[in-house]
């Protein structure tokens, strides 16, 4: 009899072990999806941070990695996301192209207040201080007539009106896939327009604080590139919000926020905002072009830190005077080990994709910036960056899909928000955004199944695809297959105008079900991977509770 | 039955016409309020404390997985290693760079040497030379000196080996820098200069080492760029004398086997010392254009030099004369790879009573030629070298290269030149791309014996560094 018991208590733990295989493996909890992550809390202000540019340079490329990779770290996954895969808002985040359609005139207005966000040219602006010497010189300026402060910048001679171009079209896309930057736009003036206030200072290449003279403006602007009516163009960035802290940094978290406790190399947007910089060719986002602000309570000392990427001058394009260098940009790191030992080992033989760059010859102002060696998956920063670094197929999927949402019509509205003065180049550029979104998007899209989050009705889910909605296919090449609990694959209860629909039968209230999809092209097979809806039964209907890619 | 089918259709009814739940639509609420209210919300948070780390997913924690446990073997294992990279190196590296970019410190020393201007200063200056023998000195200098092109510098660098050199210089630019003048006036005193005798069938065994002390003044002309056409021309009157060397690498002093070995007048200048005039001129035609353009071409050296001994006691007259024909092919144009062949043949007319200091014989080894030697390897009347290399780049400032060299030191019109007697050298290295007339190669070069050796085999192995000129 004793036997007996053992034999019964098996059969049972056997029994209930393959009930369990049977049922779905309960990934998510029945409970609304998160849509904010609180980090707002009053704090009393962080310390302002320094980032160094030379060591961080030399740290991320040579010394960080090699004293990290003895610690066997293993790259996880994002860990500011909700159960549908989003990011919830934040004072990083805010969910626009993300959550809905945006109109273009939307985007192009970015994150400039409905005054708009540019200094008036009928008044007059205080150079309040500036940075004269070097590469990039600017000047913040004080508009007489709002009395808003701007960072001012110009072209440089041998690439007119790229940098301008790219602080604004950066910043708005930035912006719009999510991320806080500031309102950046194009404006002309002449050079009397901009006078030197009575207290402006400058700092010189050894740090010292002088006197800013009307000289150091006339030197400053001589290089500017100017219209045949000596109208200067330049870039006008309003001030941000808040009491300036510095840059964040992309690893690890600040140990004086309490409300900092992701680590950055985990977060979703800046993980995924890899993808937008290999878009528009960021190499140079680094810690330096970010920044936090300290927003204040009103009546209080206390505040939440916001956090912007700033700076988008490095995009479309950029030339240094080293040509090998400039070819690189976007293919390689300043100093890319691996690259150079393999170069080196091979004798060069292997031919690399920084060879086949060109100027384009309707457009040079946009130097390399182009299509013919663009690789979505392959496209690298200036050096390391460890958000990027740690992007996963989930991160870039949900960044392809945010980019897959910039029409041609408002990258065509973006586009001409930069006032480009030669309608070659503009369509130039125009064509080299839109192609490179494609690229972006068919690569991630065809990686992961690309069903949109679904809609439900009842006990019917209906899923549009990605791929469809991004125009890079229609519905006559496109097929799918779906199951139920791990069944069998089978097509879908009926083809909508774009993806597909699947009535779900209902399984009693309570029940946890997993409807699985995958996506492919007509001639071709099942090879993404499929995405799951975890979903649980209300008998009455179906309640989206997660989604896994 | 009639219920059910009644309440089914109901159901169908109802549901017909109830609108999609759209998931992302909560996200639209929150988003409106997030926007409404950038303010800081919640109570206060106290310093020190951080925030719980919000479970945002809503999924139970993952159980570890048996590769996470396993990934600790290997950790612990690491773990010296990771503390060594991490607070022995990272860490003071890291407190040292910041501290020099934030303050600015380079750019303090740099202002301070400068002397605030850039137009002049003064610069520390560690050089290394022959064998890694680091010297440290100092150069003065100063640019458009009271008139435009006007230069002037000063130097003098030690180190502890009885190697010294000292000098001053003037220099007038003209014309873009396309025409210079020049005048300089140099003290030297080395102690590891060496000598293995002359001709091509010199050893190992043969090596002595001597001293040189050398008082110089020259006067200077040049014309043209590196690139294109340009010359050179030079007076120079130099006192030279010399002794056994000190390094401890040469045990006794080898005056004697210098004097025996080369069983010819040659050395015998060796103890007496002598003063020379001596006049180069150098001429270069290079079709190579700067990168990035196609690294194909020609270039080619022709040089001359007439030596003269200025005390009457002293028989010296001699001219050096030779060149050297390079051609460079760009494999796939513009792709900087490039494959390049050199011939540089060298000869020596001595006067028929006159008589050349073996210290004035044309040399090979180093970092121009026959880089798998130490430098002036070899001495001869006559020298022939053919070179092959093959450059492709790696970096933005650096391209690797392949090199073979042969070649050797021979007596007067290459008399006793034979294919047997050339010594072969092979490097592996790197070098800068700036120019590409100039670069500063580090090489790892091996050398070979005469290849008519019975027993042929490598017998050198040197890592040069050094800057190179034309090829």
Known sequence: MRDMGIVAKVLIIAGVGLLACALPMRRFVDQPIIWHDADQYPVVAPESYWSPLMWDVADKTLFMPLARSFLLRRAGRAKNINALGEVPNSSWYTNRLTVRRMSSQEIVAGPCSPQGGAPSTSSTWRALSGKTDGANPGFVIEDTHDGRRYLIKFDSARQPERATTADVIGSKIYWAAGLSTPCNSVVYFLPGHLVVAPHATKKDALGRTTKLTDEDIAQAISSAPRTEEGVIRASASLFLEGKVLGPFTYEGVRSDDPNDVIAHEDRRELRGSRLLAAWLNHFDAREQNTLTTFIQAEESTLGFVRHHIIDFGDCLGSRWDSDEMTRRFGHSYYFDMPHVALDFLTLGLIKRPWEQVRIAEQAPMFGYYGTEAFDPVAWKAAYPNSAFDRMDDQDAFWAARIISRFSNKTLSALVDAAYLSDEDARNYLLRVLIARRDSIVRTYFERMSAMDVPKIKNHQICSSDLMQDAGLTTSAARKYQVRTNGGSWQAPTQLSTSGFCQDVPTQGVGAYIIVEARAAFKNGAFSARPVQFHMIDHNASLRLIGILR | MVLFLLLSAISAQVGHGAQYVDPLQEALTTTAEAKESATPKGLPMQQGHKRCVPNIEGRPKQPPQLVDGLLWVPRVVLFPLYLTTEYLVRWPLGILAKTVERYKLVEWATNFTTLNDGDGGILPLLRIDRGFSPAVGLVLYGDNLGWPGLDARVGADFNFERNMTAGAQVQYRLLNDWVQFGARFSLERRDDFIF?????????ADETRFFRSKVMGLLRATVGPTAGLGASLSVEVSDNNFECSSDPRADVCQHPLILAQANTPTTSFFSSGYTLLRMKLNTHWDSRAPRPKPGGGVRVDIRGRFGKGLHVDQQIVFVRYGGEISGFWDVVPGSQRVLSLRLLIEN????????????????????????????????????????????????????????????????????????????????????TIASRFVSVDLLFALGTTTFNTRHFKIDHARLTLGTNWGF
Do not use: Q
């Open chain 2, 348 to 431: 020596t007319w001595v006067g028929s009573n006159g008589d050349i200091p073996f210290a004035e014989l044309i040399t090979l080894g180093g970092v121009e030629t026959m880089r798998g030697f130490l430098h002036a390897r070899f001495h001869g009347r006559s020298a022939v070298v053919a070179s092959f290399e093959y450059r492709y780049p790696i970096w933005s400032f650096l391209d690797g290269n392949l090199l073979f060299e042969v070649g050797n030191a021979f007596s007067k019109n290459l008399g006793n030149f034979e294919m047997g007697l050339l010594r072969g050298n092979f490097g592996i290295g790197i070098r």
């Open chain 2, 196 to 204: 293995y005798g002359t001709g091509p069938r010199t050893t190992d």
